[in-house]
């Protein structure tokens, strides 16, 4: 793994990057960086138009934590509802399984913002840890752009 932090703006890297957000299960995404890929990507739409009842798939799965992709964004669910905070445990599932996703297709550059520290209120410092052990046996380079 490379990983780099740098003061940019995650919607202007280069289009080889994927990029990653954290989401809720209800695809609320009206405040934060959310607003800025429902807005750049139209995400909202996009993933309840190709996930009609992902809230009944979330109950289902135990709500511990899901990774969608769609138009090169993985989307980390990682709380039900827009008002409720993520867990380290959820955004740790999240992550893993957003891991799997990416080696099996061959990803290789990943750009994400400080994931889950916004408005989420996790601890940067533990989720880079999360983030770093995750991804530390592969050839992905990771670019958290801190803004």
């Given at each position: 793994m490379i990983y780099r932090e740098e003061v940019q703006n995650l919607f202007t890297v280069p289009e080889e990057y994927c990029l990653c957000q954290c989401i809720s299960a209800d695809f609320k995404m009206g405040k934060g960086?959310?607003?800025?890929?429902?807005?750049?990507?139209?995400?909202?739409?996009?993933?309840?138009?190709?996930?009609?009842?992902?809230?009944?798939?979330?109950?289902e799965m135990g709500g511990l934590g899901d990774c969608l992709y769609d138009n090169c964004v993985f989307n980390l669910i990682t709380k039900r509802n827009y008002w409720e905070k993520p867990t380290y445990q959820t955004i740790t599932t999240a992550l893993q399984k957003?891991?799997?996703m990416i080696v099996y297709a061959g990803i290789t550059k990943l750009a994400m913002p400080k994931i889950g520290c916004g408005l989420d209120r996790l601890d940067w410092d533990k989720v880079r840890e999360i983030v770093q052990d995750?991804?530390?046996?592969?050839?992905?380079?990771?670019?958290?752009c801190m803004q």
């Open positions: 960086i959310a607003l800025g890929f429902n807005q750049h990507y139209n995400m909202k739409n996009r993933l309840t138009m190709k996930y009609p009842c992902y809230l009944q798939t979330w109950d957003m891991h799997h995750i991804f530390k046996d592969t050839d992905v380079e990771i670019l958290v």
